[in-house]
C-alpha cells in the first residue's frame, strides 16, 4: 500500500484528489469510513473529489451521476474502480490496483 495523505489532510464529509503511482485516484473520509475510487467520472470526466458525499455514496458534480464508494457501480450503468484504503496511526494508505493487460 502506498501513503496518500495524512488522516487530517480530509475533513470529515469530503473528497481529496491524490495521484499515486501515476494512477489519478480521489479519496473520500466519509461517515462510514474512507474510500478510494477513480478520480475522473467515467460519464464526461467530472471531478468526482468535488462531488457532494452521503453516506458511501458521491454523486458528480457535473451530471449528478451517484457512484457507490463500496463498489465503484452507478444506477447509471457506469463504473468506476475501487481501491483498498487502510487508517494507520493517523496516516491512510491506498492500494493502486492495475487492470490486468487482455492478453
Ligand atoms: S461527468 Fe460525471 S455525471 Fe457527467
Not at 36 to 44: G, K, L, M
Not at 50 to 67: E, K, M, N, Q, Y
Amino acid at each position: 500500500m502506498t501513503l496518500a495523505c495524512r488522516e487530517d489532510d480530509v475533513p470529515p464529509g469530503e473528497g481529496r484528489n491524490i495521484t499515486l503511482e501515476g494512477t489519478r485516484i480521489a479519496i473520500f473520509r466519509t461517515d462510514t469510513g474512507w474510500y478510494a475510487v477513480d478520480a475522473v467520472c467515467p460519464h464526461r470526466g467530472g471531478p468526482l473529489a468535488d462531488g457532494i458525499v452521503c453516506d458511501h455514496a458521491v454523486t458528480c458534480p457535473l451530471h449528478d451521476r451517484a457512484f457507490d464508494l463500496r463498489t465503484g457501480e452507478s444506477p447509471s450503468g457506469d463504473r468506476v474502480t475501487v481501491y483498498p484504503v487502510e487508517v494507520r496511526d493517523g496516516e491512510v494508505y491506498v492500494e493502486v490496483v492495475r487492470a490486468p493487460v487482455a492478453a
